[in-house]
């Protein structure tokens, strides 16, 4: 396999999570849909279930039912003291560092969500760029059309010299069904990607390949 470029998730990816940051992000959802929203706390579970499963995230459903200001949700939802959540770590930043593929950041969160992870994780200079929520026009992960936009903005034409680390199933379906080759993180494989690990710790063992290997 000779793989040319690698594009990670990033939360729950990029950290362990065990962390508590996504749980805090997806309490601050909540908190707005209540408090900027004035919906019914007894409504906000199935509503964030049903724009998740329809939409892909729940930005997605509030922009379309309640034409929310984006850049308000996405300030209120990471306003959260990251240092209480993640830590450096030195040994993934080495790992990250050492392969020789462009590597770029794809998540459905924003920039400015994303700058403050890699900066809080130390992993600033480990990425050539972050592919977020806007640069694809708020089309997000499982959408088919958000893995071709950053194959785009990559400028990668070969989705099989590309490699997808997520921590989602669901966004490893499509990317799988293009072509990528896919890695997911912490989950029950059901041959959804073609492989599996418990954390990115594990990948110079499983697939050293990415680093020339046998």
């Known amino acids: 396999m000779l793989f040319r470029t690698i594009f990670f998730d990033l939360d729950d990816t990029l950290y362990p999570p065990n962390s508590g940051l996504w749980n805090a992000i997806r309490d601050r959802m909540v908190r707005y849909m209540i408090e900027r929203l004035n919906i019914s706390p007894e409504l906000v579970p199935e509503l964030r279930k049903s724009y998740f499963e329809t939409y892909g995230t729940t930005l997605k459903g509030l922009q379309i039912h309640y034409q929310i200001n984006t850049d308000e949700f996405l300030a209120y939802v990471h306003d959260l003291p990251l240092h209480e959540y993640l830590k450096p770590d030195p040994e993934l930043r080495r790992i990250i560092l050492s392969l020789p593929q462009n590597k770029w950041i794809f998540t ?6 994303a700058r403050r992870v890699i900066n809080q994780l130390e992993l600033t200079d ?9 640069a694809t026009e708020f089309i997000c992960k499982p959408e088919l059309r958000a893995y071709q936009m950053a194959l785009s903005l990559t400028g990668e034409d070969n989705p099989s010299k590309c ?19 896919t890695i997911l993180l912490g989950k029950e494989n059901d041959n959804i990607a073609h492989l599996t690990l418990d954390s990115l710790h594990e990948l110079p063992h499983a697939l050293p390949e990415l680093w020339g290997g046998n």
């Open 126 to 134: 480990c990425f050539y760029g972050i592919i977020d929520i806007k």
């Open 108 to 113: 459905n969160a924003d920039d400015a969500h």
């Open 163 to 181: 490699v997808l680390i997520e921590d989602s199933p669901r966004n490893i379906r499509p990317a799988r069904e293009l072509g990528f080759y």
